[in-house]
């Protein structure tokens, strides 16, 4: 884990990414961040991420997934610190943000928002 690296505007996290020169959605080094909307949304408004607004979910694409959704609800919940530390202790567990090869994990397999929030949470 690369906590540095944080989290994207859209939830996604950055911090596990597996990329390998990438400095992250807010360090300015995503291979994405030139055409993605919600980047340049808050980057507009101000904000670190979309957790932070008032519209949020919002009708973009990205929110429309669960573990987008679930991590920027824990994220408006509870802070970035908390889901860093959380992803942490999960990695160290066996949780997996990617199956290799594949743009889904762990947390996707939970069953969706609601299931990976109450992880998130510890419930």
């Known amino acids: 884990m690369e906590r540095e690296k944080s989290f994207a505007c859209c939830g996604l996290a950055c911090c596990l990414c597996e990329v390998g020169d990438c ?63 959380r992803l942490e202790a999960d990695e160290r567990a066996g949780m997996r943000y990617h199956h290799p090869g594949a743009l889904t994990g762990d947390y996707d397999d939970l069953g969706g928002e609601e299931a990976i929030y109450r992880h998130l949470r510890g419930l």
């Open 23 to 85: 400095r992250g959605c807010r360090g300015e080094g995503c291979p994405q961040e030139t055409g993605c909307t919600l980047r340049r949304c808050c980057l507009e408004r101000g904000l670190d991420g979309c957790w932070q607004c008032e519209q949020f979910p919002c009708g973009e694409l990205m929110l429309q997934r669960p573990r987008n959704r679930a991590f920027l609800r824990f994220l408006r919940d509870r802070g970035e610190a908390a889901l860093l530390d």
